[in-house]
T-cell receptor, first 115, second 114 residues
Framework: ETGVTQSPTHLIKTRGQQVTLRCSSQ?????VSWYQQALGQGPQFIFQ???????GRGNFPPRFSGLQFPNYSSELNVNALELDDSALYLC???FGPGGNQETQYFGPGTRLLVL | AQSVTQLGSHVSVSEGALVLLRCNYS??????LFWYVQYPNQGLQLLLK??????LVKGINGFEAEFKKSETSFHLTKPSAHMSDAAEYFC????????????FGKGTMLLVSP
């Protein structure tokens, strides 16, 4: 069984640029959630994708967008990068979107630095 | 709305001592509660979860947590700390939204000294 994988592991961008982060879900999982973890903070929910559609969104501006593909992998896109976007971005997969007892399995994260 | 408060950003124990990491939650509906561990430069690993089946939940690596509704708490314990337990621990709550989002606390760094 393959776990959740993310790429790249590290990324450096400059303010105003755009970035795309990628996530492959765990085998058998059809739901992907993205979280932002700023330094010294707990992860914050960005949005969730279920069967290729956005299924829920946290308090993040529209310049944070995503996609889910038929194989349930996912992308997180951030436009017009700001310094505060520097963080660890975590992807989590689960089987099913609702059922709030559903366990989410996390990938190792992508560390983004915006200069 | 849901929230999680973890008391103490850092907790220091000696190897072999009791580990107690505190978590209090706020939820307008019966919560599902989780503890995750994060080792340096890694993602989050599930330690245990409470889903109303039993108030005392046993997890991996000898950790357990007890759900106390009257105290709105879900503290994490381990009888005897090991050096390998040094990591950051996050408590999280999941509510009754139509999607399985997690609301995390700010985390507690566990330091284990020999």
């Amino acid at each position: 069984e393959t776990g959740v994988t993310q790429s790249p592991t590290h990324l450096i961008k400059t303010r105003g640029q755009q970035v795309t982060l990628r996530c492959s879900s765990q085998s058998g999982h059809n739901t992907v959630s993205w979280y932002q973890q700023a330094l010294g903070q707990g992860p914050q929910f960005i949005f969730q994708y279920y069967r290729e559609e956005e299924n829920g969104r946290g308090n993040f501006p529209p310049r944070f967008s995503g996609l889910q593909f038929p194989n349930y992998s996912s992308e997180l896109n951030v436009n017009a990068l700001e310094l505060d976007d520097s963080a660890l971005y975590l992807c989590a997969s689960s089987f099913g979107p609702g059922g709030n007892q559903e366990t989410q399995y996390f990938g190792p994260g992508t560390r983004l630095l915006v200069l | 709305a849901q929230s999680v408060t973890q008391l103490g950003s850092h907790v220091s124990v000696s190897e072999g001592a009791l580990v107690l990491l505190r978590c209090n939650y706020s939820s307008s509906v019966p919560p599902y509660l989780f503890w995750y561990v994060q080792y340096p430069n890694q993602g989050l690993q599930l330690l245990l979860k409470y889903t109303s089946a039993a108030t005392l939940v046993k997890g991996i690596n000898g950790f357990e947590a007890e759900f106390k509704k009257s105290e709105t708490s879900f503290h994490l314990t381990k009888p005897s700390a090991h050096m390998s337990d040094a990591a950051e621990y996050f408590c999280a709550v999941s509510g009754n939204s139509g999607y399985s989002t997690l609301t995390f606390g700010k985390g507690t760094m566990l330091l284990v000294s020999p």
